[in-house]
């Protein structure tokens, strides 16, 4: 029903901003959320206050602590603890205020380092993760794991989503905490800006990777509210994956910067494959519409109209 009310966690973030779009196009007119300094979800009695005054039948949590390879190695415990915080105060919150729907926004991370590929749903928890986001992959691995556990011993409608690597509009392009797209988009665009300058990349390039420009993501989102989900995890993504060297010369060729990569292997590369199997999701009658090239044209455009912001 169009007049369901949900609560979007993270409705700021790049994730939840696309998804509060899909649902209000959509025509669901009864969508809620609230910034941080409205509602801290790392508080437990603010977000069982928040259960208690507001009662959403209908939960998609896009809230989490984010970051690249740099972030991670550097704040390891920030990722764990506040992810925990967050997605249990929210979990826990749902299913003591009867909650009917529960969607959990996850990541590819969860999954171990040498994982056969692609990445099925099944392979989660058999053998040890990337070191580099470790701390970020065991609090989703909780969260995906709380609600399954929710499902299994309550019946409830709760289940977790696994995305691929996210990207798009209000993504973030801080060079100290960004994902690899827009931390691209923003180094060949200061580049190009100064003379086409050499830019350095992280790794040597090779690992291979795949991407979901978001509005997809957030479709995938409105497709999960609007059937039944028999599985308790579904990985979300395009099925198509290509090597870090090519997906940057796609993002310089559309800045348009015409100098010198040089790529340096000294840093570390993380996983050397993540390439998600999607058949499950795709078997329900979901797939992705917008191509990679098309996805950075959009993200790139985005960024240089509000580029000012960072």
Known sequence: MKSTKIYIAGHCGMAGRAIARSLEQAGYHNVIG?????????????????????????????AA?????????????????????????????AHQHHVKKFIFLGSSCIYPKQ????????????????????????????????????RRQFGKDFFSLMPTNLYGPFDNFDLETSHVIPAMIRKFENAKNNGNLAVTLWGSGTPYREFLYVEDLAEAVKFALENKMEEELYNVGTGIDLPVKKLAEIIQKTVGHTGEIIWDDSKPDGTPRKW????????????????????IRRTYEWYINNKKEY
């Not at 058949?279 to 996805?295: Q, R, T």
């Open 276 to 295: 998600m199997d999607v058949s499950k999701l795709k078997n329900k009658g979901w797939s992705y519409s917008v191509a990679l090239e098309e996805g």
């Open 65 to 93: 602590k984010v970051g690249g390879i740099l972030a991670n190695k550097n704040f390891p415990y920030q990722f764990l603890m506040e992810n925990l915080q967050i997605q249990n105060n929210l979990i826990d919150g």
């Open 34 to 62: 609230k910034t941080s300094k409205e509602l801290d979800l790392r508080n437990q009695k603010e977000v069982q206050d928040f259960f208690e005054a507001e009662k959403p039948e209908v939960v998609i949590d896009a």
């Open 115 to 150: 994982a056969l590929q692609p990445l099925k749903e099944e392979c989660l928890l058999t053998d040890v993760l990337e070191p580099t986001n470790e701390a970020y992959a065991i609090a989703k691995i909780a969260g995906v794991k709380a609600c399954a556990t929710i």
